[in-house]
């Protein structure tokens, strides 16, 4: 009878175990990957009857090729060959993804109640080091609702009513947490001037009481920067120094013709980079506006009149666009469901009462991306860039039209409503 060697059987034992651990991790790297390749590599052409590509005029019987996420080719139908590996989409219209350029979406939320608000901190009326970034939730219902009708960039954050709400960031409307959605951490400064901070806080209770507090604020952040590098760090003073040193921006609501001035004087005496938001009475200082170089988030075109804002416009975008004032737009905050508005619905009112259709549009698209700082990858059709793009069916300035299919990032994450 042979005697059982038990090294050679450890041997064997341990041969088999080491093929089935290769075998399995094998498996598994491929698994891996064939879910991640049509990710990454899938290759998509879409056609369509009128092709916006805000880096031109738009292409009658368009075609868009995109391959591996990126933009490959943008021509014309007649110009262009689709390979036949590509997976053909059509559409009645074609845009970029449209961008709203100022938002509380992801920090508020759908259904209205505490647990959901969280774009406006109540404790103190200045407040820059609060992060949009900790407080962004990628999985809520709002993002899906612009999503859907055609919006894959949005620069959100803290909204308006505290002199410093804030930090506000950019994002696509993707994804489900903060990382797989983020473009920008920190892109600027939510501040407010007007009426509707004393509403909130018990102090400012004027207008030259609140800009006391804000010019002291950056005072105080001037005299941080040039201090003792060993100082205790202060994450204000540290969110205002990226303002003062011209890495951030600061986005200032201020809806009286006089709010606007102030805010004006401010970055001046400052130097920082201003976008100036909601602007209701922007058209009675339009030359001072122009003269500054700042580009203007107008107010939402359908907001409700009242408070700061009773002397809102649908002529507004239209007189700036023409004065040659940079115009962007906004969803901004809304007190009521459903919460958000639909930046396209509100550019649609701004055509339908004087502003150009391609500048609207432009407004939608390259021009919110180049004031974000966002136009190298995202904005417009062209070679090279990022694949967000819609397919409308019809005109998207029509209230009746809807997005058949969006796209972000070469990948289609949503098909129709």
């Given at each position: 009878?042979?005697?059982?060697?038990?090294?050679?059987?450890?041997?064997?034992?341990?041969?088999?175990?080491?093929?089935?651990?290769?075998?399995?991790?094998?498996?598994?790297f491929?698994?891996?990957?064939?879910?991640?390749?049509?990710?990454?590599?899938?290759?998509?052409?879409?056609?369509?009857?009128?092709?916006?590509?805000?880096?031109?005029?738009p292409?009658?019987?368009?075609?868009?090729?995109?391959?591996?996420?990126?933009?490959?080719?943008?021509?014309?139908?007649s110009?262009?060959?689709?390979?036949?590996?590509?997976?053909?989409?059509?559409?009645?219209?074609?845009?970029?993804?449209?961008?709203?350029?100022?938002?509380?979406?992801?920090?508020?939320?759908?259904?209205?109640?505490?647990?959901?608000?969280?774009?406006?901190?109540?404790?103190?009326?200045?407040?820059?080091?609060?992060?949009?970034?900790?407080?962004?939730?990628?999985?809520?219902?709002?993002?899906?609702?612009?999503?859907?009708?055609?919006?894959?960039?949005?620069?959100?954050?803290?909204?308006?009513?505290?002199?410093?709400?804030?930090?506000?960031?950019?994002?696509?409307?993707?994804?489900?947490?903060?990382?797989?959605?983020?473009?920008?951490?920190?892109?600027?400064?939510?501040?407010?001037?007007?009426?509707?901070v004393?509403s909130?806080?018990?102090?400012?209770?004027?207008?030259?009481?609140?800009?006391?507090?804000?010019?002291?604020?950056?005072?105080?952040?001037?005299?941080?920067?040039?201090?003792?590098?060993?100082?205790?760090?202060d994450?204000?003073?540290?969110?205002?120094?990226?303002?003062?040193?011209?890495?951030?921006?600061?986005?200032?609501?201020?809806?009286?013709?006089?709010?606007?001035?102030?805010?004006?004087?401010?970055?001046?005496?400052?130097?920082?980079?201003?976008?100036?938001?909601?602007?209701?009475?922007?058209?009675?200082v339009m030359?001072?506006?122009?003269?500054?170089?700042?580009?203007?988030?107008?107010?939402?075109t359908?907001?409700?009149?009242?408070?700061?804002?009773?002397n809102?416009?649908?002529?507004?975008?239209?007189?700036?666009s023409?004065a040659?004032?940079?115009?962007?737009?906004?969803?901004?905050?809304?007190?009521?469901?459903?919460?958000?508005?639909?930046?396209?619905?509100?550019?649609?009112?701004?055509?339908?009462?004087?502003?150009?259709?391609?500048?609207?549009?432009?407004?939608?698209?390259?021009?919110?991306?180049?004031?974000?700082?966002?136009?190298?990858?995202?904005?417009?059709?062209?070679?090279?860039?990022?694949?967000?793009?819609?397919l409308?069916n019809?005109?998207?300035?029509?209230y009746?039209?809807t997005?058949?299919r969006?796209?972000?990032?070469?990948?289609?994450?949503?098909?129709?409503?």
């Open positions: 009878m042979k005697s059982f060697n038990t090294h050679s059987a450890a041997k064997n034992i341990t041969s088999t175990a080491m093929v089935s651990l290769t075998t399995r991790l094998m498996v598994s491929f698994m891996i990957l064939f879910a991640v390749l049509p990710a990454f590599a899938q290759q998509i052409a879409i056609k369509g009857e009128l092709v916006h590509t805000s880096a031109g005029a292409i009658t019987n368009g075609v868009v090729l995109i391959s591996d996420g990126i933009i490959e080719q943008v021509g014309s139908q110009s262009l060959r689709i390979p036949s590996a590509y997976e053909v989409h059509e559409a009645a219209v074609v845009t970029p993804g449209f961008i709203d350029a100022h938002s509380v979406v992801g920090l508020a939320g759908i259904y209205n109640v505490d647990s959901d608000q969280d774009q406006l901190e109540l404790s103190s009326a200045l407040q820059p080091e609060l992060r949009a970034f900790d407080a962004y939730n990628a999985r809520e219902e709002l993002i899906k609702v612009l999503r859907d009708r055609g919006i894959t960039t949005v620069h959100t954050g803290h909204g308006p009513g505290a002199v410093i709400s804030g930090q506000t960031m950019i994002v696509k409307t993707t994804g489900t947490t903060v990382g797989e959605a983020l473009i920008d951490s920190t892109t600027a400064l939510a501040m407010t001037i007007g009426s509707g004393r909130n806080f018990d102090s400012p209770g004027t207008r030259s009481k609140a800009i006391a507090m804000l010019r002291q604020q950056l005072i105080s952040a001037q005299e941080y920067m040039d201090g003792d590098e060993d100082r205790s760090r994450l204000g003073k540290e969110a205002l120094a990226q303002l003062l040193n011209g890495e951030i921006f600061a986005v200032i609501t201020a809806h009286r013709s006089y709010d606007i001035m102030t805010a004006l004087r401010l970055q001046e005496e400052f130097g920082f980079k201003l976008l100036l938001d909601g602007a209701a009475e922007a058209y009675m030359d001072e506006i122009k003269e500054a170089g700042v580009p203007v988030t107008i107010h939402p359908m907001m409700r009149l009242g408070g700061d804002g009773e809102a416009s649908f002529e507004t975008a239209g007189k700036l023409d040659g004032i940079t115009v962007l737009f906004q969803s901004g905050y809304e007190g009521y469901v459903p919460k958000t508005r639909v930046v396209h619905f509100e550019a649609a009112i701004a055509v339908a009462n004087g502003m150009d259709y391609n500048q609207a549009m432009n407004a939608l698209t390259i021009d919110a991306a180049r004031v974000l700082g966002i136009d190298n990858q995202t904005g417009s059709l062209e070679r090279g860039k990022q694949a967000d793009v819609v409308f019809g005109d998207p300035f029509e009746t039209t997005a058949d969006v796209i972000i990032g070469g990948q289609v994450v949503s098909e129709g409503e």
